[in-house]
């Protein structure tokens, strides 16, 4: 069983910068890919970013390459998105997610194991 809780989120301007970080707790954090997702009210969840086990690959959506940086600290058991140059398209809540025991990480909901209960990002204009 995986814990993650995520903390970070509140609310910016528009081009403002937001740092989120999830902690895991329950298993061995190296041995696992980590993501984030977002939901905007409305939408399904999409993928934002995800970094590999070892940390040494990281894949983005397109539209936020360039502005979010994905990175862990398997010593520390966190991931952490720092979101820079927000736009209010970047309002919704925020998800970690573990996808366990897997070298490279998936892109889709579905791929992904546990997650953590999200944490509110608003991007006002």
């Known amino acids: 069983q995986v814990q993650l809780e995520e903390s970070g989120g509140g609310w910016v301007q528009t081009g403002g910068s937001l740092r989120l970080s999830c902690s895991s707790s329950g298993r061995a954090f190296g041995s696992d890919s980590m993501g984030w997702f977002r939901q905007a009210p409305g939408k399904e969840r999409e993928f934002v970013a995800a970094i590999s086990a070892g940390g040494g690959r990281t894949y983005y959506q397109d539209s936020v390459k360039g502005r979010f940086t994905i990175s862990r600290d398997n010593a520390k058991n966190t991931v952490t998105l720092q979101m820079n140059s927000l736009k209010p398209e970047n309002t919704a809540v925020y998800y970690c997610?573990?996808?366990?025991?897997?070298?490279?990480?998936?892109?889709?909901?579905?791929?992904?194991?546990?997650w953590g209960q999200g944490t509110q990002v608003t991007v006002s204009s």
């Open positions: 997610a573990a996808e366990v025991l897997s070298v490279e990480p998936g892109t889709s909901t579905w791929d992904y194991d546990y």
